[in-house]
């Protein structure tokens, strides 16, 4: 555990007691968010983003801990394990050296080096060794057998021997894997006769780059385009002086410094040995890890994105219209109310074949005037604009004395997969499959986080080749990532739902589901002791659970904070010490001043717990979320064919991905904004500048209508330095047919951001055709 806690403390920047302390809380059961927010003292201020690192870590570095300890036991069993091996053992800080080291001692199948020690060659290969000035053909004719009939099968043999020592040699695995990771390329080549089949795979049906420097979102595309039968791929050193330098450095681990008849054979042993073994094998390993690296990436991408999204900024309690467009089906309509029960419920057709515009704008106005709606919001779908356009026709025919609802575009990703839910059929038993739609549409727009928890989170289209990754490893992180952002926000006792709950700290479906029972058959919970009252919910989770949750209006006017229960006799303390009654000193600014932290800190609570409760006693339960904000679509471009290069437009950042930025400009066709066009500097991570539903300005660059293809840019200069530049230099050699080499491979990956802006474009849409999973595209409104 020392070992764990001082390599995790280096990781995380922290110290080992630190992390000695989080991981005792972690094994007794605690969660992350109750940690990071309530056991602040005991670790000296880990926050989340720390602990989760510290979470994942731990499970890898105990698994590598419990593999050495394997490694000793058998090599120990064995009767050869000495004190340099116990050391080597001691010192491998990842699973693949202490592999390298235990490969000697490892059982393996019967081999041709075993075979032929049998037939006493392994003298003859030590006498190779020892003597290079003599000839091995010479040699070998004192080992022949029955079993070796020929001086050729005797060093055949001898060969096999030095081989197994070579491939087994940790020092050498070592070396070349540094080797190749700094070296080796990857190369792609399409597979005679799928040129048709795997067109969407061109860009890689002859392409090259350096292993180190491949992105996530190109490796995964040629290992989808691999598993497709599409191209092959292979990782081997630069071709043209790469493998000399494999072969040499496996070489010199045989000491073949002379010209002696020992040398040159051992040379060719060498030769072999990485040819037919050890290059095989550093490919296989290396592919390994890229695609550890690309789902690691890509995993990342998608739990930034989600965490972005989730933490988008809520409309707030009020009446909300949800439509969901469709043409020959009709326009959706659902109304809910403030706290998202529904209350009302229509079809409309205001599209073809029935074009009934009247009938649809009188329903509408019939629904805003019985309801008092506030808000209207409008799925992004099919029709979207055409909606968003009848709703503001609409609008104009109200009496001037109304006050009109605020119209607002939303995402719609997932609504059709919530709607067709089980969970969806038990909160709506009554409800047409195509109006709980609607009704999603309306409630993701009042609170996003406490709707879009009810939907499976591949299924909102924020992810990268989400389908080609480790599925349980992206939902673990996909998972952390709700609990964080639902714990950061807090939860209403009385009025969330038991998904959102679900995702408390320290409770899980089966709790949730019996909060709400609770609260069904008892009404409302008056205090969050009350909590004690539900079945199976004992003193432990009540724990992990209680500061996360808030009753607003109850009997502790402490329950609607984030103040952990354990620590209401220190809040009560401050507020002796003002010398009022707490309701008039909650929520009010200043009302604390001439009071100093230090002076309420005892020895269970320290300073940063109070200070928190100073901040949460000035602004009970404040949300961490922005102010809500939304994108206005220009009038009059509705269609990928209203645009124009030059156009400035307001949208709505729909997704991020590793080459850049995907747009909503109310054309139901993302734009891209390339990373290199993302800032008038250098961006290397395109979530440096923006987030998932963040409302940007841009401006378009290029329109490709055969291909929907739309070329944006939040440049400055409009993209014209990056244009300016491409037609200086003139024609640009296809990326996919480069081999690069020497000190060019450096640069290969940076050309990704230095290319033109129409070569970055069509390569990054490219990427973006090969899996629907980047974002949903606005084509069909069940597409998500």
């Known amino acids: 555990m020392d070992r764990i806690a001082r390599t995790i403390a280096t990781e995380i920047n922290a110290r ?65 394990l000495t004190d340099d091996l116990v ?22 199948r019967r081999t041709k080096a075993m075979i032929a020690r049998e037939n006493g060659l392994e003298p003859l290969a030590n006498s190779i060794l020892a003597d290079r000035s003599a000839d091995p053909e010479v040699l070998a004719q004192g080992y022949l057998i029955e079993a070796v009939p020929t001086p050729k099968d005797a060093l055949n043999g001898a060969r096999d021997i030095i081989t197994e020592r070579l491939t087994e040699n940790a020092a050498l695995l070592g070396e070349l894997r540094n080797f190749m990771q700094r070296e080796a390329v990857l190369t792609s080549k399409i597979i005679d006769g799928k040129e048709q089949e795997g067109a969407k795979f061109s860009d890689y049906f002859s392409h090259s780059e350096l292993w180190a420097k491949t992105p996530s979102h190109r490796a995964l595309a040629m290992l989808r385009a691999s598993k497709e039968g599409i191209v092959t791929l292979d990782i081997a050193p630069e071709p043209e002086t790469g493998a000399a330098r494999a072969e040499a ?29 050890l290059s095989l094998s550093m490919m296989v390993e290396l592919m390994a890890d890229l695609r550890g690296r690309a789902q690691d990436e890509a995993i990342n991408v998608f739990s930034r994105n989600l965490k972005d999204l989730l933490f988008a900024a809520p409309a707030g309690a009020k009446t909300t219209l949800g439509l969901d467009p469709g043409i020959r089906t009709g326009v959706k309509a659902a109304v809910v109310d403030a706290t998202g029960k529904v209350v009302a419920t229509d079809t409309l057709y205001p599209f073809q074949p029935k074009n009934d515009v009247r009938g649809a704008q009188a329903a509408i106005l019939n629904l805003i005037a019985s309801h008092r709606i506030e808000l209207i919001a409008i799925g992004n779908g099919t029709a979207s604009r055409e909606t968003e356009k009848l709703v503001g026709d609409t609008l104009k025919l109200l009496p001037k004395t109304v006050s009109a609802p605020t119209k607002v575009v939303v995402s719609e990703a997932g609504a059709s997969v919530y709607s067709a839910s089980e969970l969806a059929a038990r909160e709506f038993p009554d409800l047409d499959v195509s109006l709980r739609g609607a009704v999603s549409i ?32 992206l939902s673990q992180s996909l998972a952390s990532v709700i609990e964080d952002v639902v714990n ?24 949730a ?61 401050v507020v002796s010490a003002c010398g009022r009654d707490i309701r008039q000193i909650m929520g009010h600014d200043g009302a604390l001043k001439g009071l100093r932290a230090e002076q309420f800190v005892n020895d269970t609570f320290g300073l940063p ?128 047919t480069s081999k690069p080499k020497g000190s060019q491979r450096a640069k290969s990956e940076g050309s990704a951001h230095n290319n033109a802006f129409t070569d970055a474009l069509k390569s990054a849409m490219k990427n973006r055709e090969l899996s629907q999973t980047l974002i949903p595209v606005k084509k069909d409104r069940h597409s998500d």
């Not at 450095?249 to 042993?269: C, E, F, N, S």
């Not at 950061?488 to 709790?511: E, I, K, M, Q, W």
């Not at 269609?639 to 991020?656: A, F, Q, R, W």
């Open 16 to 80: 080992p007691e630190q992390v000695g302390a989080a991981v005792k809380l972690l094994d007794e059961g605690a969660t992350v968010p109750f940690v990071a927010r309530y056991r602040k003292e005991v670790t000296g201020g880990l926050d989340d983003t720390q602990l989760r690192t510290l979470s994942d870590r731990l499970t890898y570095l105990r698994e590598l801990e419990a593999r050495r300890e394997t490694i000793l036991g058998s090599i120990k069993d064995q009767g050869k």
């Open 87 to 108: 050391k080597s053992i001691a010192q491998a800080d990842t699973k693949a050296q202490l592999e390298d080291i235990y490969l000697p001692y490892k059982p393996k």
């Open 249 to 277: 450095m496996v070489a010199a681990h045989l000491h073949t410094r002379g010209d002696g008849p020992g040398d040159k054979w051992l040379r060719k042993v060498a030769g072999w040995t990485w040819r037919v073994k």
């Open 442 to 473: 309306a409630r993701r727009l009042q609170d996003p986080l406490a709707e879009l928890v009810k939907i499976e989170p591949k299924s909102i289209g924020v992810g990268q080749y989400q389908h080609d990754v480790d599925q349980h490893r």
């Open 488 to 511: 950061a926000v807090g939860v209403d006792l009385n009025t969330a739902s038991a998904p959102l709950l679900s995702h408390v700290s320290g409770l899980g479906p089966g709790l």
């Open 513 to 573: 589901d019996a909060i709400v029972v609770h609260r069904d058959l008892n009404g409302a919970f008056k205090s969050r002791k009350e909590l004690l009252k539900v079945a199976r919910l004992g003193p432990r989770a009540y724990e992990q659970c209680a500061g996360f949750l808030r009753i607003r209006d109850g009997l502790e006017p402490l329950d609607a904070s984030s103040v952990h229960p354990e620590a209401y006799d220190v809040a009560r303390r």
């Open 609 to 736: 717990t109070v200070q928190d409760i100073f901040t949460e006693l000035e602004k009970p339960g404040r949300d961490p979320r922005p102010s809500f904000v939304t994108a206005s679509f220009t009038d009059g471009v509705e269609e990928i064919t209203d645009l124009k290069p030059g156009m400035v437009l307001e949208g709505t950042v729909t997704n991020v991905a590793a080459f850049g930025a995907f747009v909503d400009v109310g054309v139901h066709q993302d734009g891209l904004v390339h990373v290199s066009q993302l800032a008038d500097r250098f961006v290397k991570d395109p979530h440096e500048v923006v987030k998932t539903g963040q409302v940007v300005r841009v401006t378009v660059v290029e329109v490709d209508v055969p291909r929907k293809r739309i070329g944006l840019t939040m440049r400055k200069d409009g993209g014209t330095s990056a244009r300016e530049g491409r037609a200086g230099r003139g024609p640009k050699k296809n990326a996919g």
